[in-house]
């Protein structure tokens, strides 16, 4: 679940560009006059479901963010988002690896357990979001990688 929490943190500020870029795709189908209007209809109820979804993705996001307080919001952007290593985030922040850790794990959990309190384990997550490219490849490196191991390869701008 960890990995899920990890992928939801990173992308939460991300997903506006996602979503615009899915506009203007539907903006294109909707104009678009050599395509057969089944076709069309078709294209945009999957491009709709798939904004619904990650509409739902961030909004989970900006739940579970909620519940943090300022220093674990603090110290989960700069772990998971920023790539900073523990030992950097507590020498910015004037406290010990350990107490930085600890809150990490402490942010963490909350995480965990109000994404399953509403309703979100580990395989409805999988499952209502595996099939976007995006999540998907920002969760696999998650786990290939771990926690908090930002690497270039899951930047935005080259999955959207």
Known sequence: ??????TIFYLNNKLNKLLDALSQELESYAVNLTIDTFRV???????????RRICNFKVLGDLIK???????????NRYIVKGDSFEQIAYGSGVSKSTTNRRFKEAINIAI????????????????????????KIFRNFME???GK???????SEAV
């Open 41 to 51: 209809f078709d294209l945009i109820m999957k491009i709709e479901d798939k904004k």
């Open 66 to 76: 909620s519940k943090l307080n300022i220093s674990q919001k603090e110290i989960v």
């Open 150 to 156: 930002v690497s270039k390869e899951r930047e935005v």
């Open 113 to 136: 357990a109000t994404a399953i309190s509403l309703g979100y384990n580990e395989d409805k997550l999988t499952k209502e979001y595996c099939d976007i490219m995006l999540i998907t």
């Open 145 to 147: 990688n771990g926690v």
């Open 1 to 6: 679940m960890k990995h899920w929490i990890s």
